[in-house]
């Protein structure tokens, strides 16, 4: 019986700088007097994040979620929207205060992405956008669903706060679709504490997103559009300016552990690693294990509590399912038996302990608790002994 930890381990910890570095930049700041609305610090992390994302246009908001909400009221959408229900509340929450209807499509089991193979049976007349989502880092089938939308003439919209810096095929992901959502929030990959983005190729949807985010004030005096107050503030624009540097050892770190992670997951039976598709460059994002319930011979829920004995605190992202919520359930697309996949999945996955701090032995002790837990264990291991002796 292995030993819990002595401390807990929790399923991330958010990237953050030097106290030193962040009191430099709030210095900086204090002495400029300028402290939010487009200053010195959000224009500097404008451009180096278009950089880093290598996308034409980039607007900065207050978090992903208005940064979502925003974005889909700038694109004047009406009716219903196809996306996912295997997501954070946030997407779907940002339809609500649109006044659009979800439509939830089934899900890629491999990917746990929206099914590009389902989206076209559910498009309707009043259907104007999709709305996908490239859960956990993986990138959804772009091409596919961007063939679907020049088809049908649909706006597509990707809520991509798991996949900073991810491309395809070497394309950057926040180029694909109309607009991606970015979140910086503190448990993503990069975090400006709260904070979030916007990437788009029209310039001109590009002013319309600056303009919603400020109270849709063209001047002082000149109100052009029904806005929010969304802008992202000095301070946490600077704090962005130094995590985003420690972004890229972050990654490197990341990937030592997914390596460990792999390695010693493999041949546990019942658990699949999630996060490791080709063709992609990985956000490094979460961690995610599937448990098959049969092979494993526990279920998820069951390893998600004894893994608390052992002081590791995972969690079930995404569950429960969006399409599950009471507000929901009158809906056609959403009722469980036309969501198989992502009834199945929701039941399954596990995102377990994943940030650069995490240390490898850390991470091969918990590859060997998920060894020790598993049903058949003991039997095997007595096996193997009784073998020894003979
Ligand atoms: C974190 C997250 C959001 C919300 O972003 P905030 O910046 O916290 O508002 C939206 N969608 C997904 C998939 C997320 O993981």
């Given at each position: 019986m292995l030993s819990p930890f002595k401390d807990p381990i929790y399923v991330t910890r958010p990237l953050l700088p030097d106290a030193q570095k962040v009191n430099q930049k709030i210095n900086e700041i204090w002495k400029s007097?300028?402290?939010?609305?487009?200053?010195q610090q959000h224009k500097e992390l404008e451009i180096q994040l278009q950089e880093y994302l290598n996308v034409d246009h980039i607007s900065l908001f207050n978090n992903g979620t208005l940064a979502l909400l925003l974005g889909l009221k700038a694109l004047n959408l009406k009716g219903e929207v196809i996306t996912t229900p295997f997501t954070f509340p946030a997407t779907v929450q940002a339809l609500d205060w649109n006044g659009l209807t979800p439509v939830f499509c089934d899900i890629d089991s491999n990917t746990l992405n929206i099914d590009a193979n389902k989206i076209e049976a559910l498009i309707t007349e009043n259907t104007s956008a999709i709305l996908g989502v490239h859960v956990f880092g993986n990138p959804c089938d772009v091409y596919k669903i961007n063939e679907i939308a020049e088809k049908y003439n649909l706006k597509v919209i990707y809520d991509g706060a798991h996949v900073f810096g991810t491309t395809v095929d070497g394309k950057p992901i926040g180029s694909f679709g109309d607009m991606t959502m970015f979140s910086f929030h503190a448990t993503k990959l990069f975090n400006t504490v709260e904070g979030g983005a916007l990437t788009v190729n029209d310039k001109n949807l590009h002013q319309k997103l600056n303009l919603l985010k400020n109270f849709g004030l063209a001047s002082p005096e000149d109100v052009v559009l029904s806005g929010l107050n969304a802008k992202m503030n000095e301070v946490q624009a600077g704090i962005g300016l130094e995590v985003l540097k420690l972004v890229d050892e972050e990654r490197l770190k990341r990937d030592k552990i997914k390596q460990t992670y792999e390695r010693k997951l493999?041949?546990?039976?019942?658990i699949r690693v999630l996060t490791t598709l080709q063709n992609e460059c990985s956000s490094y994002q979460y961690f995610v294990i599937e448990i098959d319930r049969e092979k494993y011979g526990r279920s998820r829920d069951w390893v998600h509590e004894e893994l608390n004995k052992y002081n590791v605190f995972t969690r079930?992202?995404?569950?429960?399912?969006?399409?599950?919520?009471e507000w929901y359930k009158h809906l056609e697309s959403a009722q469980p038996k036309n969501l198989p996949k992502a009834q199945k999945s929701v039941n399954q996955v596990l995102s377990i302990p994943f940030y650069g701090e995490l240390e490898l032995e850390s991470a091969e002790k918990i590859c060997a608790i998920l060894k020790e837990i598993h049903v058949g264990f003991l039997e095997e291991t007595e096996y193997q002994l009784g073998g020894d002796i003979l």
């Open positions: 007097k300028w402290v939010t609305n487009n200053g493999a041949g546990i039976p019942g079930k992202y995404f569950y429960p399912l969006c399409s599950d919520f």
